[in-house]
């Protein structure tokens, strides 16, 4: 497996089941089909084996809109829980399109499979800490600027125009760097182990976020940006593990 394989397989079985809640016993099942379909080679089956991961993030989205009722009484954690569902189930549709081997709209690999790498993390795990927040101003701009953000950057990537690719980028540089900010000015209110997690949380994202504006405006522009294989271990990881993951296993309460 490749680094981005595993990143892929870690957002299933861990960061996707803190997010949206549900037995982890589907998302076992879905992560476990996932491996299978990334050690395949690419075809129907292949493609076949990520649908768990379809179905189960499609229950979420479906358990968000009936918990939260009639639309016109939707809490501000309501939208973000079934926007963060769909985002999710967004990301196994990619991967079964990069697991099939179907090229659509002229996107080809890695790019598909890392849709639904991003998808996974600054859509749905993002927009969820985001969301974690303590509702105020600011926490409402970076709702609104991690839950916009991914599809501006796919219209980018599917027109190869560069204004929604390297603002699409930048606009979900600033939602999570508002919701880093935040994070870190609520660690005071918490226990040692969530302070030490938000604050984890919170510093972890801001270097790796300039390297994505960076390599956004690299596909447009002559100035410098990484490989993706580097930009896998230094702007990925660093964003799974110490922003999405921690900040994830701190806010478990908030999201429960």
Do not use: K
């Amino acid at each position: 497996m490749s680094l981005i394989d595993e990143v892929v397989v870690f957002g299933v079985l861990v960061v996707l089941p803190l997010a949206l809640g549900g037995a982890w016993w589907r998302w076992g099942i879905a992560g476990v089909a996932t491996v299978a379909a990334l050690e395949l080679d690419r075809g129907a089956v292949a493609a076949a084996l990520v649908v768990p991961w379809l179905v189960v993030a499609g229950s979420r989205v479906l358990a968000g809109v009936q918990a939260a009722g009639p639309l016109l009484f939707w809490t501000r954690a309501d939208v973000v829980r079934v926007i963060a569902g769909v985002y999710a189930a967004v990301a196994a549709a990619a991967l079964v399109q990069s697991r099939s081997g179907v090229h659509l709209f002229g996107l080809r690999e890695p790019i598909v499979e890392l849709t639904a790498v991003h998808y996974t993390y600054a859509g749905t795990a993002a927009l969820m800490l985001a969301g974690a927040t303590t509702p105020g101003r600011w926490s409402n701009r970076a709702i609104a600027c991690t839950a916009a953000a991914p599809p501006i950057v796919a219209l980018g990537f599917v027109t190869g125009w560069a204004m929604p690719q390297v603002g699409g980028a930048a606009l979900m540089a600033a939602g999570v760097w508002t919701t880093a900010a935040l994070q870190l000015v609520e660690a005071a209110g918490h226990r040692p182990v969530q302070r030490g997690l938000l604050s984890l949380s919170g510093l972890a994202i801001w270097a790796p976020m300039v390297l994505a504006v960076g390599w956004a405006a690299g596909q447009h522009w002559d100035v410098p940006y990484l490989a993706i294989h580097d930009m896998a271990r230094l702007h990925g990881v660093p964003n799974a593990i110490g922003f999405c993951l921690a900040g994830l296993i701190a806010r478990q309460e908030v999201l429960a």
